[in-house]
């Protein structure tokens, strides 16, 4: 149940595109930037997975040998699971509207003061913006209604025009013909033609499809964990209670 997501998100996450990294290097909470986070998040899972098929593994013969030393590792390490799952969950509600609204807040800074080119080649945190609004179909960081938009303020503005979004915003537009194309009516008029969903939001919404499935798996493992460790404290009990029966047994043998 961890293994499968991490593979999935290793394999499709289309926002963590290497045109687009430059970007999220920029962005951070204290000393990790979104990079890092974004490429070690599914190798993590699939690692973490395989290390909990491991600790079940040890549990398995722990039971079915009776042997009582395995159990006791299998105990102790699942009730440290189970303590860092739950210090994680309290962080996270309790971190989770400030991450939120840093990020937020950064990539709004970051695009009115580093976006400058309309195009794929001279600047690198402009190109880097430029294939976030192509790959997720957004336009800045907020929402856009028409005249209203995040483009007001950014460097780029000084030498567009009459533009009022950049090409990149409009719908149809490729790495192919951005600069064959004019759409005025959705650059210059933003009345038809332009993406109105921001990208902060995009990229919430496409994180947001693995969020049902991260809150089953995380619940069911949590359940099991419980679980594991009251089976693993119960047979150690019983083990226990049998080589107690066993030794009295083999001193009147002998």
């Known amino acids: 149940m961890l293994i499968l997501p ?7 996450v289309k926002y ?8 999220m290097k920029t962005l951070s909470y204290g000393d990790v930037n979104l990079a890092d986070v974004a490429d070690g998040l599914s190798i993590s899972m699939i690692i973490l997975g395989t290390f909990t098929v491991l600790v079940a ?40 509207d400030k991450v939120t609204n840093s ?30 609004f192509m790959k997720l179909s957004c336009c800045g960081v907020n929402d856009n209604q028409n005249m209203t938009n995040d483009f007001t303020n950014p460097p780029w503005k000084a030498s567009s025009g009459s533009k009022k979004i950049p090409i990149f915003c409009c719908t149809g537009i490729n ?31 496409a994180v947001s499809t693995y969020t049902l499935y991260f809150i089953a798996t995380g619940c069911i493992i949590l359940g099991v964990e419980i679980v594991g460790l009251v ?24």
């Open 175 to 205: 790495t192919n013909n951005y600069n064959l194309i004019t759409f005025t009516s959705c650059t210059d008029h933003v009345d038809k033609g332009f993406y109105n969903t921001g990208c902060y939001s995009a990229v919430e919404s």
């Open 57 to 96: 593994v040890l549990g398995l013969c722990g039971a079915c040998k009776s042997n009582k030393k395995c159990l006791c590792v299998y105990s102790i390490i699942v009730l440290t699971l189970l303590v860092l799952q739950l210090v994680g969950v309290a962080l996270w509600a309790v971190a989770n």
């Open 16 to 23: 963590i595109d290497e045109n687009v990294k430059p970007l």
């Open 231 to 254: 089976c693993a404290c119960c047979l150690c009990k019983n083990i226990g209670k049998k080589n107690q029966e066993v030794s009295p047994r083999k001193k009147k043998k002998k």
């Open 103 to 132: 990020i937020k807040s950064e990539l709004l800074t970051n695009l009115q003061t580093h976006y400058t080119k309309e195009d794929l080649s001279s600047h690198e945190i402009s190109t880097a913006w430029n294939y976030l």
């Open 6 to 12: 991490g593979i999935l998100i290793l394999a499709n």
